[in-house]
C-alpha cells in the first residue's frame, strides 16, 4: 500500500540573535486508521507524542548549536 502518512518541516526564521527554528507535522492518516494506527504503535495520543519528541529534537538542535557557538 502506497500511503503518505503524515508531513513534516522546519521553519527557520531569523531573529535578532540568531534564528527561532519551528518544527512541524500534519497528521494524514484517515480518520479510519487511526484506531490501528494507535493499535500497531502503541500510541494512543500522536500529537502529544509527537509534541514530545519534536521538544527533544529541537533541544538537541539547540544544545548543538550552542557548543559549536
Known sequence: MDFHYSTWGYRIEPTETGCRVTEWNEDLRP??????????????DRTH???????????????????KG
Do not use: H, P, W, Y
Open 31 to 44: 480518520e479510519s486508521a487511526l484506531e490501528f494506527s494507535k493499535q500497531v504503535s502503541g500510541i494512543d
Open 49 to 67: 507524542r509527537n509534541r514530545q519528541t519534536m521538544s527533544g529534537t529541537l533541544e538537541r538542535l539547540a544544545a548543538a548549536l550552542e557548543r
